[in-house]
């Protein structure tokens, strides 16, 4: 199936940037169903058109969008219902956060936080998140990215589906300004086991480990997610990872 510029849905990565590293195989890419409340649709209707966008073949003018110019920039990948998304927003309010996510509840009770909570730096893009960045997001435009507790695909027919692979972390790599930061959290173990494998796979991301006090943006979440607290409630430990772009 082609979108309506007839590019393919899924980008195959590898032809566009001539490696051999490991991407998500997902197949064609879908949006979660999910239906909304009555209240949601019309928030939806009055808000999304200012707030939202969905995945296209052009890329975002950030500071048109948020109304500012030349303030820092950083792209949530899986923001889920957006519970950590909007209770850091306003801890760094000189920041522009775009969060990605395909599931149409999620983003309804994100730009539902957004509304009532009058959060003005928050934006969203509705589609797969390695297609938002390849297609939406410059080269080196970004002061960070953030994947927090991505789906760990348990099963190990399906690993080949994890975003954490040298494929993506090389995408990352190519959107993130120099001295911008990838910030990754999971609470699966075996997912960790994974991810400790790959800190130093991508030649242009320097490792920074956990805690980082320098880091240059928020690091602490200050609130439980959703899904942070399912893990705190069965003992999992939360493992997290920042990297910096040399």
């Given at each position: 199936m082609?979108?309506?510029q007839n590019?393919?849905?899924?980008t195959?990565?590898?032809?566009?940037?001539g490696?051999?590293?490991d991407y998500?195989r997902?197949?064609n890419?879908?949006?979660?169903?999910?239906?909304l409340t009555?209240?949601?649709?019309?928030?939806?209707?009055?808000?999304?058109p200012?707030?939202?966008a969905?995945?296209?073949d052009?890329?975002?003018?950030?500071?048109?969008?948020?109304?500012?110019?030349?303030?820092?920039?950083i792209?949530?990948?899986g923001?889920?219902?957006?519970?950590?998304?909007?209770?850091m927003?306003?801890?760094?309010?000189?920041?522009?956060?775009?969060?990605?996510?395909l599931y149409?509840?999620?983003?309804?009770k994100?730009?539902?936080?957004?509304?009532?909570?009058?959060i003005?730096?928050?934006?969203?893009?509705?589609?797969?998140?390695?297609?938002?960045?390849m297609r939406?997001?410059?080269?080196?435009s970004l002061?960070?990215?953030?994947?927090?507790?991505?789906d760990p695909?348990?099963?190990?027919?399906?690993?080949?589906?994890?975003?954490?692979q040298?494929?993506?972390?090389n995408?990352?790599?190519s959107?993130?300004?120099?001295?911008?930061v990838l910030?990754?959290?999971?609470?699966?173990?075996e997912?960790?086991?994974?991810?400790?494998?790959?800190t130093?796979v991508?030649?242009?991301?320097?490792?920074k480990g956990?805690p980082?006090?320098e880091?240059?943006?928020?690091?602490d979440?200050q609130?439980?997610?959703k899904?942070?607290g399912k893990?705190?409630?069965?003992?999992h430990?939360?493992?997290?990872?920042?990297?910096e772009?040399?």
């Amino acid at each position: 199936m082609n979108n309506p510029q007839n590019r393919p849905l899924q980008t195959d990565f590898n032809t566009v940037f001539g490696n051999d590293l490991d991407y998500p195989r997902l197949g064609n890419v879908t949006f979660r169903r999910g239906t909304l409340t009555p209240n949601q649709e019309a928030l939806f209707a009055e808000h999304w058109p200012r707030l939202g966008a969905e995945l296209a073949d052009a890329r975002l003018d950030i500071d048109a969008w948020f109304g500012r110019r030349g303030a820092k920039t950083i792209v949530e990948i899986g923001s889920g219902t957006g519970t950590s998304t909007a209770a850091m927003a306003p801890l760094e309010a000189d920041t522009n956060i775009i969060a990605v996510e395909l599931y149409k509840p999620g983003l309804a009770k994100l730009l539902g936080a957004v509304v009532r909570g009058e959060i003005p730096n928050i934006r969203m893009v509705r589609g797969d998140g390695m297609e938002v960045l390849m297609r939406m997001i410059a080269p080196e435009s970004l002061d960070g990215i953030r994947v927090f507790f991505p789906d760990p695909w348990p099963k190990a027919r399906h690993h080949k589906r994890r975003i954490i692979q040298s494929g993506p972390l090389n995408l990352f790599a190519s959107r993130l300004k120099k001295g911008g930061v990838l910030h990754v959290a999971t609470d699966h173990a075996e997912y960790a086991e994974w991810i400790n494998e790959l800190t130093d796979v991508e030649p242009a991301l320097e490792f920074k480990g956990w805690p980082w006090p320098e880091c240059p943006q928020l690091t602490d979440r200050q609130v439980i997610t959703k899904f942070e607290g399912k893990g705190l409630d069965k003992d999992h430990v939360i493992s997290e990872y920042l990297w910096e772009k040399k």
